[in-house]
């Protein structure tokens, strides 16, 4: 059965920084493009960093490059997002994700809060 279990958001003040995990089970990180999105209060989901599975080259956002990381630690079965100099408008729950194209299912974890406020 597939599982994330998301944390490390939280409050934090504009210039902040923080770092999300996403510890995933029932299938193997380092197998499958894995995701970050994230959906703030009205608007739509949007994805905001992935990392591939073949060569582990990174894509993101405009609005977070050079302030956002995502990695994978395929020993934990872990994927992160480091986020730093966090602005208001990067408030939202932030989800990880995956397409097991293998299995031909998308999954997502529950979601975890980021709020940027002074």
């Known amino acids: 059965q597939v599982q994330f279990v998301e944390s490390g958001g939280g409050l934090v003040q504009p210039g902040g920084s923080l770092r999300l995990s996403c510890a995933a089970s029932g299938f193997t990180v380092s197998n499958y493009i894995l995701n970050w999105y994230r959906q703030a209060p009205g608007k739509e989901r949007e994805l905001v960093a992935r990392?591939?599975?073949?060569?582990?080259?990174?894509m993101y956002v405009d609005s977070v490059k050079g302030r956002f990381t995502i990695s994978r630690d395929n020993a934990k079965n872990t994927v992160y997002l480091q986020m730093n100099s966090l602005k208001p408008e990067d408030a939202a729950v932030y989800y990880c994700?995956?397409?097991?194209?293998?299995?031909?299912?998308?999954?997502w974890g529950k979601g975890t809060l980021v709020t940027v406020s002074s």
């Open positions: 990392i591939s599975n073949i060569d582990g080259s990174t």
């Open positions: 994700n995956v397409y097991l194209y293998d299995r031909a299912m998308d999954y």
